[in-house]
């Protein structure tokens, strides 16, 4: 019987091999899933045309607890506890199961997935992944986490995020967000007769809230240009009302 061992997890292959499925969370085309020889049930769901993927483990050797990411556009844009519905903190529940995520058998998933977690990640001459301290590892995860490709990534991920233009990631609702704003702030200024301090306080309010939408209900990026333009159009409101 065919064994391997990856990381501190046995795979047995001869019974253990990645299936194939369509998936059933909205967002989604398709799933590989499959059991570790450790009863730990590992998932990703994938969407080719959306660039985005979603990781997820249940570990049997913490009575069943489950844990997701989401990663899109090649960003780590979701980390969750399923159980506590904690969101971020879970790096090393998908880390240390790198070399599992990477058996997957699609290249492509294995592309969108980045290297994320140390996903299919080469291993360095000088320094190999496994050696690297938790200090630099965390500090990889944040920049995938929060700054755009142009700014760390490859020739490669710097080529592609040069070629993105801004209005391809606006979306219909994006739209529909910014003249709903519009349209909450200028009720609240009217409300209280001509209140640019409580037009200003809705409206940054509202960009706050729309960013955590798209976070946590979206599964994407908070768009900066609209959560930065009802933050700074409502702390300038707030401070005119404020001082005027």
């Known amino acids: 019987m065919a064994r391997r061992r990856t990381a501190n997890i046995v795979i047995d292959e001869s019974r253990h091999t990645w299936k194939k499925r369509p998936s ?8 590989y899933y499959m059991t570790t020889d450790d009863n730990d049930y ?21 009575g069943g607890n489950a844990y997701y990411a989401v990663i899109s556009n090649g960003k780590i844009t979701a980390e969750r ?7 971020f903190g ?10 599992i995520f990477a058996t997957i058998p699609n290249r492509e998933v294995l592309k969108l997935i980045n290297r994320n977690y140390g996903i299919g990640k080469a291993k360095f001459k000088d320094k190999p992944q496994e050696q690297k301290t938790e200090k630099e590892k965390l500090i990889e995860e ?19 995020a040069e070629d993105r233009r801004l209005f391809r990631k606006i979306r219909l609702f994006d739209v529909i967000d910014v003249i709903l704003g ?5 009720a609240a ?19 706050i809230i729309i960013g955590m939408v798209d976070m946590f209900f979206r599964d994407r990026s908070p768009l900066f240009i609209k959560v930065g333009l009802f933050l700074m159009g409502g702390t300038a409101a707030y401070v005119y009302g404020y001082f005027y």
């Open 90 to 99: 879970f790096a090393d529940k998908f880390r240390e199961r790198a070399d």
């Open 42 to 62: 590992v998932r990703v769901d994938f969407n080719l045309k959306e660039k985005r993927v979603r990781l997820y483990v249940e570990i049997d050797g913490e």
């Open 182 to 186: 519009c349209a909450v702030s200028a």
């Open 81 to 87: 506890s399923v159980s506590s519905g904690r969101s």
């Open 24 to 31: 059933e969370i909205h967002g989604y085309q398709r799933a």
């Open 189 to 207: 200024f009217w409300y209280f007769k001509y209140s640019f301090l409580a037009m200003g306080a809705v409206a940054a309010f509202f960009g």
């Open 142 to 160: 944040t920049k995938r986490r929060y700054f755009k490709p142009e700014f760390y990534g490859t020739d490669e991920e710097r080529k592609v």
